[in-house]
């Protein structure tokens, strides 16, 4: 099985919502353990990674820089 691709500050989707009612989480620290922010209420959790990567459904979006075809770094 391949593993999640995510990064620091990419907005993911997690499995369950959190009570305020989204389901958007903002990764905010990342090591061991994973600290993500929740968008609707911005209340942090910190998580082992393992369990992170077991909950999480997908990235909905990405803060990794946009490149184009020729692989130059677009500003």
């Not at 993911?12 to 922010?37: F, L, S």
């Not at 609707?40 to 459904?57: D, Q, T, W, Y």
């Amino acid at each position: 099985m391949e593993r999640k691709q995510f990064e620091l500050g990419d907005i993911v989707q997690m499995k369950k919502p959190h009570p305020c009612g989204t389901n958007e989480m903002e990764i905010i620290r990342m090591g061991m353990d994973i600290r993500i922010k929740c968008v609707g209420c911005k209340h942090s959790v910190l998580i082992p990674r393992a369990k992170f990567e077991k909950n999480m459904k997908k990235v909905l979006r990405s803060n990794a820089p946009q490149s184009d075809v020729a692989g130059n770094i677009e500003d």
